[in-house]
């Protein structure tokens, strides 16, 4: 079955410092991917997405680009901010057997900015 | 505002109670979901509805009843939940070809 890994933190780092958040998954079709975020007592929101191998996603300032030869999809930021702590989630969205799309999702990574 | 709402935003009920969670879109999905959140837990997907047909249900416990009359709406239905059950409940939808929205989530503690 489908499966994303990424690491679970917390990540804490400085205000404008440079994030990347790894994310490797396995499917065994042609995946979409996605990077939801989570700030606190909210649910999921869409962040970025790629639907396929070499596209860019990016929002924010956030960027992650679909690799297939490595099958990963690292979120990256140049400068965070502190508004930008929260949790991160990535995820992959395939069709199971009966022809549905279904959802994967990782465990989740908190990042902490502190000033 | 992500088009899809859930209510109540938080919920207390103790073991032999009987409540449902209420989930609604107008955003023209036809998949809808519920997925539980516990901390230090992966997001666990529960229940999948594709044009009001139940298409999974990742061996949740009977406790868990979720109905979906139509397109718009989802329940999960609870009755005689355990301590463990308290979790933030998430309810989603997606079109064909759309990314999932999420709800704010309902925040559930069973005493």
């Known amino acids: 079955g489908n499966s994303v890994t990424q690491m679970e933190g917390p990540v804490t780092l400085s205000e404008e410092a440079f994030l990347t958040i790894n994310c490797t998954y396995t499917a065994t079709g042609y995946p979409s991917l996605f990077w939801y975020v989570q700030y606190p007592g909210e649910g999921l929101q869409l962040l970025l997405k790629?639907?396929?191998?070499?596209d860019k996603g990016s929002n924010k300032g956030f960027e992650a680009t679909y690799r297939k030869e490595t099958t990963s999809f690292h979120l990256e930021k140049g400068s965070v901010q502190v508004s930008d702590s929260a949790v991160y989630f990535c995820a992959l969205s395939d069709r199971n057997s009966g022809g549905y799309q279904k959802v994967t999702f990782g465990i989740g990574t908190k990042l902490q900015v502190i000033p | 505002e992500t088009g899809v709402t859930q209510t109540p935003r938080h919920l207390v009920m103790g073991m032999t109670n009987k409540k449902s969670l209420k989930c609604e879109q107008h955003l023209g999905h036809n998949a809808m979901y519920w997925y539980k959140q516990s901390a230090k837990k992966p997001l666990e997907l529960m229940f999948v509805?594709?044009?009001?047909?139940?298409?999974e249900n990742n061996s949740v416990p009977s406790r868990f009843s979720p109905e979906c009359p139509n397109s718009s709406h989802l329940f999960l239905h609870l009755h005689t939940l355990q301590p463990e059950d308290s979790a933030l409940y998430l309810c989603a939808s997606r079109g064909a070809n759309t990314e999932a929205f999420f709800g704010q989530g309902t925040r559930l503690t069973v005493v």
């Open positions: 509805y594709n044009f009001k047909e139940q298409t």
């Open positions: 790629a639907t396929k191998a070499d």
